[in-house]
Each structure stands twice: as C-alpha cells, then as structure tokens.
C-alpha cells in the first residue's frame, strides 16, 4: 500500500468548510424565522388563535434540522481523507434541503394569507420558460397587468 491510500486532504481550507458549514448552520435558523413569521402572519390574517407554543416548536424544529446538519458535517470531516473532497457537501445539500422545506410552507402561508407573494412561484416559472424576445414582452405586458391589477 503506498503513501496514497487515505490522503487526509490537509491542503484544504479548513477554514472555509468551517465558514460554510457555518453559515449553512445561520441558514437553517433564518429560514426557519421567514416561516415562523409567514406563519404568524398567515395566522392573524385567517383570525386563528396564535397558541403560545409555537415558539418551543420552532425551537425544536432548529434542533431536528441541526441533527441532519451535524450528520452532514460528520460525513463531510470524513470525506476530508479524499482528495476530491473539497467543500462540505452534505452540510450545503442539507441547507438547501431545509430551505426547500422551508419556502413550500412560506408559500403555503402566504395563499393561506391570500398574499400576493403566493404568485411568485408561478411568476418565477413563467420567467424561466421565456424563450425568445416575443415571449419576454408577452411576459412584461402580463406584469404589468398584474400590477395595474393589484393597485
């Protein structure tokens, strides 16, 4: 076996995949806060009762995601013994994951809110498929329909 067999990839910044994990870590906590917020928000514009337990729910909630992102980070320090290994992949996958699950429920809340921000999904697909010119000015016309609609 020659000295190749396990690189622990020493050349690595470790202190760039400590700043990532980091702020993945910030991440998780401000998403998790937007949702806290829609969710209150959509609470008071449907006249629901706020229960005075959401704040330990939320709590917790930070605390489950941290599991999965600790577990990221254990298999990230591991994969620090490849050479190709050379951020920390599982904790980046992990935030984007809560912050999937995150943004469905503030989506969730602002149509329970009837919030205009419940278009932005819709409108953010229509933005991807434009194609050419043509559609580019079809898609402005409908924004500012949708504008003169709202005020």
Request: positive net charge.
């Amino acid at each position: 076996m020659g000295d190749n067999f396990i690189h622990l990839n020493v050349t690595q910044d470790v202190g760039n995949g400590v700043t990532i994990m980091f702020m993945c870590a910030i991440a998780i906590i401000a998403m998790v806060l937007l949702d806290l917020s829609t969710g209150i928000r959509a609470a008071r514009a449907t006249k629901e009762k706020i229960r005075s337990n959401i704040l330990r729910r939320t709590v917790t909630k930070i605390l489950d995601y941290y599991h999965f992102l600790l577990a990221g980070v254990v298999v990230d320090v591991t994969g620090l013994a490849f050479e190709f290994y050379t951020l920390p992949y599982c904790a980046i996958l992990v935030a984007f994951a809560v912050a999937g699950i995150e943004i469905v429920s503030m989506y969730e809340n602002f149509r329970k809110a009837k919030s205009a921000a419940a278009d932005i999904p819709a409108m953010i697909d229509k933005i991807v498929r434009v194609k050419n010119s043509n559609d580019a000015r079809e898609l402005f016309e409908e924004i500012r329909k949708y504008g003169d609609k709202r005020q």
